[in-house]
């Protein structure tokens, strides 16, 4: 997708020297830290205090940008309040009216609506028909400005925009890295219970953009995202055995994977994208493979009596969580990526029948993710690579699934609230704080989070 940056230098507030530093933004130079700047939102594992935010429509070049500077505003307004870790002021409360990014706002203006930090941008058209768009964020307290940027792409991108400029605005304000420009698959679900018809499908973050990948001809399952590249691996059931696919998202190619005797289950790739892991059924049980795919040689992981499935990397590559009944129910396992002996990890302090399945290992390498079920209760919960720091982050009567945001701060998964209806999707803080729905245009089930898209 074309889009290029560049970095705005720091507006001066000396009007004297306004013009100051004009070259610097086609240079694309860096911006140096600001150590005197107060606004900094602290992440912990307790409750936060949502920081308040000041996001006006981005003034727009010319008439016809004014819709999409609103647009964007908006986009950048509900990615950040949707976090639950900042708290977007209501624009009718705004005193003072940006009508130039290029001056300094008036600190004052915002401070008395308790603003700790403002966004202010602009969107232009340019001659060549893309569209310029520029930001700043400032410190409201210490009256500087935090970071600028400046992007070049084609109008129908103006979305994608929207989603970077909240993860510069999310990442300079937490020391986190954003998770907005990135996309989920998922399975749409839609016609009557038992006849459910089931098409991969690909949507932003957010809901918007949707397309579908297949056409609801075949069931699909379990689709997974490729760590390193926009490419997706998943399960096909048509008329014979289940197959596993390989689909390039930019290209709309798919391959298959390789052909087993036998049933497949639970593809997932590696951190390098360059094989993928899966279980394979043999007569009554299930181990673990792991298939090279540019060689498509398969080397066999685990060798038990036992059903191994659901298996996830850990983001170095070195371990392997899965889930196994070779303990007599369901459970996770964590083994070395080579094979060799399996940890299991999860032990229930309040429940010695739960179930656990679908683990899934974070991005940052801190959590594992997982289904928990007992007591007539689904639950989706993290707990460390060692089994310790278990925490429950949401249950309900059918939640599974759980995938994890770019930067391991979010977890989306599907719940199936039985009956006539179908399951939906929802996000959670780490921290079991701020559960949303995920907006979807029919029932949807499975998600699955890409890497970050810039």
């Not at 993860?167 to 009557?192: C, H, N, P, W």
């Not at 029948?353 to 079920?373: E, L, M």
Request: aromatic residues 10%; neutral net charge; proline residues 8%.
């Amino acid at each position: 997708m074309p889009i290029t940056s560049f970095c705005l230098p720091p507006l001066p507030l000396n009007r004297r020297n306004i013009l100051i530093g004009g070259a610097g933004a086609a240079a694309g130079l860096l911006l140096p830290s600001l150590a005197g700047a107060q606004t900094k939102l602290q992440i912990t594992e307790g409750n936060v205090a949502p920081l308040p935010i000041a996001i006006p429509n981005f003034v727009a070049g010319s008439p016809a940008d004014g819709e999409v500077g609103v647009g964007v505003a908006q986009v950048i307004t509900n990615n950040l309040q949707r976090s639950g870790l900042f708290a977007p002021i209501d624009q009718a409360a705004f005193i003072e009216k940006i009508v130039n990014i290029d001056t300094p706002p008036q600190f004052q203006s915002w401070k008395t609506i308790n603003a700790q930090a403002l966004v202010t941008g602009r969107m232009t058209r340019q001659g060549d028909g893309r569209l310029k768009a520029e930001f700043r964020l400032w410190d409201v307290a210490a009256g500087q400005q935090l970071t600028g940027q400046q992007y070049f792409t084609s109008p129908e991108y103006w979305r994608r925009i929207a989603h970077i400029i909240s993860d510069q605005i999310y990442e300079r304000l937490t020391g986190e890295k954003g998770y907005f420009d990135s996309r989920v698959v998922f399975v749409d679900e839609s016609g009557a219970k038992e006849r459910r018809v089931k098409r991969l499908a690909l949507m932003d973050q957010d809901g918007a953009n949707v397309r579908y990948l297949t056409k609801g001809a075949d069931l699909v399952l379990t689709p997974r995202f490729s760590p390193s590249t926009q490419e997706i691996t998943y399960m096909e059931f048509g008329q014979g055995d289940p197959r596993v696919y390989l689909y390039r998202i930019e290209t709309g190619e798919r391959e298959i994977v390789g052909n087993f005797p036998g049933m497949s289950f639970s593809p997932r790739f590696s951190p390098d994208g360059q094989s993928v892991i899966m279980s394979l059924q043999q007569g009554g049980n299930s181990n673990l493979f792991v298939m090279d795919l540019r060689s498509k040689s398969t080397t066999r992981l685990t060798d038990t009596p036992a059903i191994d499935t659901s298996p996830s990397y850990s983001p170095d590559g070195a371990r392997i969580c899965f889930e196994s009944d070779r303990g007599g129910k369901p459970q996770i396992y964590v083994m070395p990526a080579t094979g060799g002996a399996a940890q299991r990890i999860s032990f229930s302090k309040d429940d010695s029948n739960a179930i656990y399945s679908t683990p899934v290992w974070s991005p940052r390498g801190d959590y594992i993710a997982f289904t928990k079920q007992g007591g007539g209760q689904f639950s989706i919960g993290i707990m460390k690579p060692d089994g310790s720091g278990e925490r429950i982050l949401t249950s309900g009567y059918h939640n599974e699934g759980p995938t994890f945001a770019p930067n391991g701060r979010v977890l989306m998964f599907f719940r199936d609230p039985g009956g006539n209806g179908g399951p939906s999707l929802f996000t959670v803080d780490i921290s079991g704080r701020n559960e949303l729905r995920v907006p979807t245009p029919g029932f949807a089930s499975d998600p699955a989070w890409s890497p970050l898209l810039s």
